[in-house]
């Protein structure tokens, strides 16, 4: 498994089957704790804004309530108002930077 350190230093941890880069380190959501958000280290954290076992709003506030702090970046193509639904995430999970995105730049 890689270290989960993209080329920038940058720690990354992807959720489930969201896109992310190479050197990250991927988990389900079932796994995320407080030990392993501790031995990760993320600084960013990758998921889709609706996935098989989670959505992005119980991942932020999970991240939130575990103590958390980094930015939370959600994929979610085709949504009409990203900003509103960014909004309405990031009033559940305060300390946790937020972004939605439609796709992950290259």
Do not use: H, Y
């Not at 990250?24 to 954290?45: E, H, K």
């Not at 939130?64 to 939370?72: D, E, M, P, S």
């Amino acid at each position: 498994m890689a270290d989960g350190v993209q080329g920038n230093g940058t720690k990354t941890l992807v959720i489930g089957d969201a896109p992310g880069p190479d050197v990250s380190v991927r988990t389900t959501f079932g796994a995320i704790d407080a030990g392993m958000l501790g031995r990760v280290a993320p600084d960013c954290v990758i998921c889709r804004l609706f996935a098989t076992d989670s959505d992005a709003m119980l991942v932020a506030e999970t991240l939130a309530a575990l103590g958390w702090r980094g930015r939370l970046l959600v994929i979610a193509p085709g949504l009409p108002n990203r900003a509103m639904v960014q909004r309405e995430l990031q009033a559940s999970a305060p300390g946790v930077t937020i972004e939605v995105v439609p796709a992950l730049q290259a």
